[in-house]
């Protein structure tokens, strides 16, 4: 019975390695595909360092506090916020600034400065701060955190630079993908330097309040893309039937990124010779 098997494996493999490009056709796997461009998106992936304005008051005496507002509640300037029962009286606190309220403290929020070469750091190590969280009635003593207030219309998020984000972002539109309110929400580029890519965010701040390193999808490009399977791909290049002519296009010279099992091509500069040849064959051999 083994034996058979054997006869029968064999057979197959010499069978296809003869009509190799009937049993593909017949398998529908085309050994050709059409060269097309589409509308399209090219996201990344990325883990951000969020660098809030935010303003905390500290605690100048000894004793148990008390708050008026909840976690994440707007508070306008010079609003009631907080008091302190003191052996000598309540003392008590008032919103230096409009934000948002927060009682919840990492090590970032209490340091007085922290520079790019830390924020690098945090992103490079997969670091995340970690909270504490003030309960009402707690006792403070003087010098401890009391609450804090982050300006709810700005925020800086830091990504760690790569060739996708630095070749794709600048002079261009960008956009955050904020999956749980189905929106793309706009960002701006404040600047590259060697290491980091600086982004400023407008709008929905408070989802940062309390991360300080999300895991954020920025839209590098939308617009025309190519799209061509990684099978169609050469070791360095594309080989394209152009009316019964065999063109080579280098891949020394295009600019892609590699999503899945494709070859993501979108229309810059670097690519446009490329975009020439939508509507020809890609040949596979």
Known sequence: MRR??????????????????????????PDTVKLESMESKIVVNKKAFALLKEKIVFSPYEGRVEYFFKEGDRV???TLVAQIETENGIFKFFAP??????????EISLSENIDKIEIKEYLKDNKTPKYKTLEALTILHPGDPVFRIVDNLSATLYVLKDNILDKLIEDREI????EIRGEEIPIYLKGISENLIELEMEIHVEDFINNRTPIINIIAFEGKVIKIPKRFIKKNGIMINDENNSVFISLDNLFFVKKDNYFVFPFIEENKKLFKFSGKDIIKE
């Open 4 to 29: 058979w098997v054997l006869i029968i494996i064999i057979v197959s493999v010499i069978f296809v390695f003869i009509k190799g490009k009937d049993v593909l056709s017949f398998l529908s796997i």
């Open 97 to 106: 600034e409009s934000g948002i309220f927060s009682k919840k403290f990492d």
């Open 175 to 178: 956009f955050i993908e904020d």
């Open 76 to 78: 306008p300037k010079d």
